[in-house]
């Protein structure tokens, strides 16, 4: 089993839709937890990071872990043509020493105008 | 402002031949400094990364190797490229103790042919 698992897609929605991108995990010791966006062929982008569980919110973009679950959620409301890219999921925790990150495959997303 | 900067953009080489990628980091100083690999379709695999000049620690063996002979210079080496060594090549940077905040620069494709 993965560490972290992601859901490739592709996910498709027409503009203005609201997104949901989730992510699962199976080690209970990680704490922090990214967010990146990844346009074709650039590299990937920190969107935003949550410490512990919670929301974190920032502008169309919101943030949710859920440690109970080990299940993680970025949403992005009023979707735009220029929200497609490549978003990927990252896990950082003391058991992986402070330098490590563990990433999910990545959500491929198209937003149709 | 912080800036990574990473070159060639684009890469290909024979098999058996040599590899020298670079990253450098502006206006920062002693990052963390990291190299990935992703793979198409896949998430990011860490490679190496180093806390200080002369210091690198390897997560995965294979015919790669990292060098920090600046602060804020990072190269990725191979003296015989195989072709699993294709790839998207992706550096980072982190403030020492905020690792989960990792900040990549525009990456190198390399194909191995």
């Known amino acids: 089993q993965k560490e972290v698992e992601q859901d490739p897609g592709p996910l498709s929605v027409p503009e203005g839709a609201i997104v949901s991108l989730n992510c699962t995990y199976s080690?209970?010791?990680?704490?922090?937890f990214m967010w990146y966006r990844q346009y074709s062929r650039k590299g990937p982008e920190l969107l935003m990071y949550?410490?512990?569980?919670g929301n974190k919110e920032d502008g169309r973009f919101t943030a949710q872990v859920d440690k109970s679950s080990k299940y993680i959620s970025l949403f992005i409301r009023d979707s735009q043509p220029s929200d497609s890219a490549t978003y990927l999921c990252?896990?950082?925790?003391?058991?992986?020493?402070?330098?490590?990150?563990?990433f999910g495959q990545g959500t491929r997303l198209t937003i149709n105008p | 402002s912080q800036t990574i900067h990473q070159w060639p953009a684009t890469l290909v080489q024979p098999v058996g031949s040599p590899l020298s990628l670079e990253c450098t980091v502006e206006?920062?100083?002693?990052?963390?400094l990291y190299w990935y690999r992703q793979a198409a379709g896949r998430g990011l695999q860490l490679l190496f990364y180093s806390v200080g000049i002369g210091q690198i620690s390897s997560e995965v063996p294979q015919n790669l190797s990292a060098s920090r002979p600046q602060d804020r210079q990072f190269i990725l080496s191979s003296k015989k490229l195989l072709l699993s060594d294709s790839g998207f090549y992706l550096c980072?940077?982190?403030?020492?103790?905020?690792?989960?905040?990792?900040?990549f620069g525009p990456g190198t494709r390399l194909t191995v042919t």
């Open positions: 949550t410490y512990s569980s």
């Open positions: 980072a940077w982190s403030v020492p103790g905020a690792d989960y905040e990792q900040y």
């Open positions: 080690n209970s010791a990680f704490q922090y």
């Open positions: 990252a896990m950082s925790g003391p058991i992986q020493g402070a330098q490590k990150l563990v």
């Open positions: 206006g920062t100083s002693n990052p963390n």
